[in-house]
């Protein structure tokens, strides 16, 4: 998607506003918003993706985790002018036909219990094995420090990464040798 | 003034210079109605707190010049030049960074979690005086450049965290990061004490340089801490009482006693300042040891 950024708001005693242009999950979306409108909202409330959540809102606690421009982002942290011409994945954007191969570890594991912290939680899982397709169980933690969960004690949550980590293998496995086929 | 939850209040104006003298001019004009911002992950959560977000906020991701990373010798010294608006993570990532500065890269790791690191710039975390880089880089010896409305001045990132809040009103261009000698038995030590393991706000950070001859005599040595309640310093006595000195048990017993002297820190809600006096003194003695001795 090829989207200028655009803002250069004059001060004003009303709240200014900016029309915002970025992609959602693959759909292009506009937006007249307030310059500073955290993107948590914007996706929830303007959206209405309420996969995305919020918490600490402070960037703590990883529950509004999403992809932006391909990097994980804490959604409460990223202003709307910040997220203009960006691309961003939310955990509605994951599954296509069927649930992406993190989800189905989540649910094969027991990753979760409440399950409020999942949808941060698998979107950083995404961002990890996107950048190491077999990570050891330091990378997994680090890469998932950033995500608290109050519930699980973060064993089912581990168990759950690596259990993704073999679906995947094995999904490219069976998927190269149906190529040789 | 922004807020938790659903509804955005009075929400400040955003500027988006393409240069620096557009952003320097900018501030001159809203003064203390307008601050700087890059990736805005710890100026956000300030807000959060309940410290008032000003009227302007003056962006300064499309300025050329505070970004990128390029090698390029200074005065005859290989020197690593990290833009401003360089990432944490990509600083902790970059294979550039691993192998001329790899102190910062083990430092930028240390700081918060992925998600932020992704987003806040290694120039916002020195310039809002409390960051966990900077400890590294004192040690490294970095200097900043520093645009002042006409031109950019390079200095010391030692002096720097010595000067007064004026110095606000500075555009932190870049850093330059001399080039990390493997060869002459120059050490590097970076530690950071947290409440927990990770994604923790700094109780202390201490790094340090120690470079000793084959005698264990002390030959160059720079020693630094900080933390998120604590101003960074260099413990410039310190070094001072080293410096020339052959390591020893006794001299290493005197060196604690005078980073408790010299360390300026307060008792915050977590730690007494003597907490943290002791803890940097042994944190940095044992970095000494470990790299030196």
């Given at each position: 998607m090829d989207v200028k950024k655009v803002i250069m708001a004059t001060p004003s005693p009303q709240p200014v506003k900016i029309e915002l242009e970025l992609e959602v999950n693959g759909f292009h979306r506009q937006l007249t918003v307030a310059p500073a409108a955290r993107l948590v909202d914007l996706l929830r409330?303007?959206?209405?993706?309420?996969?995305?959540k919020f918490s600490?809102?402070?960037?703590?606690?990883?529950?509004?985790a999403v992809h932006m421009d391909n990097k994980l982002v804490n959604s409460c942290l990223v202003m709307a002018y910040q997220a203009n011409g960006t691309s961003i994945c939310t955990i509605e954007g994951l599954a296509e036909r069927s649930l992406d191969p993190i989800q189905s570890a989540f649910l094969e594991e027991g990753g979760f219990q409440c399950g409020y912290c999942t949808p941060g939680m698998i979107m950083a899982v995404k961002a990890l094995l996107n950048y190491h397709a077999n990570p050891t169980e330091e990378q997994i933690k680090e890469g998932l420090s950033g995500n608290l969960c109050r519930c699980t004690g973060y064993g089912g949550i581990i168990r759950a990464v690596q259990r993704a980590i073999k679906n995947l293998n094995e999904n490219e496995i069976e998927g190269a040798v149906g190529w040789k086929k | 003034m922004i807020r938790q939850g659903t509804v955005m209040i009075d929400s400040p104006a955003i500027w988006m210079p393409e240069n620096l003298a557009d952003a320097w001019q900018l501030k001159h004009r809203f003064g203390p109605d307008a601050q700087y911002i890059a990736g805005g992950t710890l100026m956000q959560t300030h807000w959060q707190k309940g410290i008032e977000c000003p009227a302007n906020l003056i962006s300064l991701e499309r300025i050329k010049e505070m970004q990128g990373i390029i090698k390029s010798p200074i005065h005859g010294q290989a020197v690593t030049r990290i833009g401003a608006l360089t990432s944490l993570d990509v600083c902790r990532q970059h294979s550039e960074i691993a192998v001329s500065a790899p102190l910062l890269t083990e430092a930028a790791g240390s700081i918060a979690a992925p998600a932020v690191r992704n987003k806040a710039t290694i120039g916002g975390n020195i310039a809002?005086?409390?960051?966990?880089s900077i400890p590294a880089l004192l040690a490294m010896d970095a200097s900043l450049a520093l645009f002042d409305g006409k031109e950019i001045l390079l200095t010391l990132l030692s002096d720097y965290i010595r000067m007064e809040s004026s110095i606000k009103n500075l555009i932190l261009v870049y850093v330059l990061v001399p080039e990390t000698d493997g060869v002459n038995n120059g050490q590097y030590f970076y530690k950071k004490l947290g409440?927990?393991?990770?994604?923790s706000p700094s109780i202390l950070t201490v790094a340090g340089y120690c470079r000793t001859s084959e005698q264990n005599e002390i030959l160059e040595i720079r020693l630094a801490a900080s933390g998120s309640t604590s101003p960074p310093q260099r413990f410039i006595h310190t070094e001072q009482v080293l410096n020339g000195c052959i390591l020893s048990h006794e001299l290493l017993t005197k060196a604690i006693q005078t980073i408790k002297d010299e360390m300026n820190v307060n008792t915050d809600p977590f730690s007494s300042a003597g907490y943290k006096k002791a803890a940097a003194a042994n944190l940095i003695v044992s970095g000494i040891v470990g790299k030196a001795g």
């Open positions: 409330e303007d959206l209405e993706l309420t996969g995305t600490c809102e402070v960037g703590r606690c990883g529950t509004c | 809002n005086r409390f960051g966990d409440h927990r393991e990770a994604f």
